[in-house]
């Protein structure tokens, strides 16, 4: 995804600041939310954005109540989350960071406050076409955005891997989930497959994982 495209979410119970605020990010192209409270935007789905602006005093709920309740999330734990807020000493800006990605005082400059947010999403966002991805609707495999050409076996062994990251996978569990039909297919069989598709997604080929006496996984980055 573009950082362009990103999704944010204001938080701040000042009107007039949010919607000046949303005017400016729109107008760089992101899909901006306002809500003027922290029990307001619990009411959204968050895990939806790809960035939080959050002032830290306001009525009811904090920003750094909120922050610290998304982070426990685990559906929103990765959200960054850019703190907007007049306090300034030394300890709210350690406690701001300790919590979110990035702090910025008020009074503050829109183009302080873009240069930041594309900043922290520049470190975030997932990078387009980075790594491998196995679209099972076409049935095509792509290396860093580039088409691979994958035999049917090999696309769904490199598949199953790919979207259980950490599992390890058995022989047998291999065999059954990508020949369910009764054909006599050796173990033997699953390691020449492997071996050939390590070679065809390099550089990721080392992130096809071997257990000893057991089997494959995909190590994620």
Sequence with gaps: MNAKCARILIVDDEETLCECL???????????????SAEEALRLDLSSFNLLLLD?????????????LLKRNPSTAD??????T?????????????????YIAKP???????????????????K?????VCDR????????????????????????????????FSREEILKK???EQVIVVDRSIDVHVTRIRGKIAPYGGNIITRSGYGYGWKQD
């Design 79 to 84: 959200i960054p989350v850019i703190f907007l």
């Design 178 to 180: 990508v020949w369910p």
């Design 22 to 36: 949303r005017t400016y990010l729109e107008f760089e192209g992101y899909d901006v939310t306002t809500a003027s």
């Design 137 to 168: 609707a076409s049935l095509v495999c792509t290396v860093d955005g580039v088409p691979v050409k994958l035999p049917r076996k090999e696309f769904e062994i490199l598949a199953l891997f790919v979207e259980n990251p950490g599992r390890i």
């Design 86 to 102: 007049a306090r300034d000493s030394v300890d709210d800006m350690v406690d701001g960071l300790r919590i979110g990605d990035d």
């Design 108 to 126: 503050y400059s829109i183009r302080n406050v873009i240069a930041r947010i594309q900043a922290v999403l520049r470190r975030t966002m997932p």
């Design 56 to 68: 830290i005093m306001m009525d009811g709920m904090s920003g750094l109540e909120l922050a610290d």
């Design 128 to 132: 387009p076409g980075h790594g491998v």
